[in-house]
T-cell receptor, first 117, second 112 residues
Framework: NAGVMQNPRHLVRRRGQEARLRCSPM?????VYWYRQLPEEGLKFMVY????????ESGMPKERFSAEFPKEGPSILRIQQVVRGDSAAYFC???????????????FGAGTRLSVL | GENVEQHPSTLSVQEGDSAVIKCTYSDSASNYFPWYKQELGKGPQLIID?????GEKKDQRIAVTLNKTAKHFSLHITETQPEDSAVYFCAAPHSAGNMLTFGGGTRLMVKP
């Protein structure tokens, strides 16, 4: 059973370009979370999605950032017109259920390290 | 929302000694407390978790204790080995949903 798959592992963009980060959850998981980690810091929640729905985007900047989790295919975190401050590691996590004994358990991918030149 | 504080930020121990990392949380409704290990260049790996209906959970050399009254929980690693060297994060869920709030992390260094 493959874990959470993220790609690309490393992404380099120039200021003003767009960055697209992809995440495929573990098999059987329908809940996806995106977190951002700045160097030497902890992880900060950005957005929580289920298939075709954004459940909570309270941690995501209001401008330039968007996320989706379509019925088919991976979840996408999109950053438009990137700036140097967007440089960070972006992690995706997935979980199987939102209720019951497996609630809250999240498994993380290896992350995408975005560098903005 | 939830606020999670983690101490210490760095911890250096001799191989074979024990290591203890402590976290406090603010939301008394929180009922799930995971610990993650993150090695350099990798994603966080879930190593142990505890729910609020128990006070302690063990898995070989690692254990987690929970004090709901004081709103703190701790990670205990016994007989530390060099491969335990990593950054460890505690977390607690937002009361409003499934999202996790993470502590600031503890860099554990085990000296051979």
């Amino acid at each position: 059973n493959a874990g959470v798959m993220q790609n690309p592992r490393h992404l380099v963009r120039r200021r003003g370009q767009e960055a697209r980060l992809r995440c495929s959850p573990m098999k059987g998981h329908s809940h996806v979370y995106w977190y951002r980690q700045l160097p030497e810091e902890g992880l900060k929640f950005m957005v929580y999605l289920q298939k075709e729905n954004i459940i909570d985007e309270s941690g995501m900047p209001k401008e330039r950032f968007s996320a989706e989790f379509p019925k088919e295919g991976p979840s996408i975190l999109r950053i438009q017109q990137v700036v140097r401050g967007d440089s960070a590691a972006y992690f995706c996590a997935s979980s199987p259920l939102s209720t019951g004994t497996l609630k809250n358990i999240q498994y993380f991918g290896a992350g995408t390290r975005l560098s903005v030149l | 929302g939830e606020n999670v504080e983690q101490h210490p930020s760095t911890l250096s121990v001799q191989e074979g000694d024990s290591a203890v990392i402590k976290c406090t949380y603010s939301d008394s409704a929180s009922n799930y407390f995971p610990w993650y290990k993150q090695e350099l260049g990798k994603g966080p790996q879930l190593i142990i978790d505890i729910r609020s209906n128990v006070g302690e959970k063990k898995d070989q050399r690692i254990a987690v204790t929970l004090n709901k009254t004081a709103k703190h929980f701790s990670l205990h690693i016994t007989e530390t080995q060099p491969e335990d060297s990593a950054v460890y994060f505690c977390a607690a869920p937002h009361s409003a949903g499934n999202m996790l709030t993470f502590g600031g992390g503890t860099r554990l260094m085990v000296k051979p």
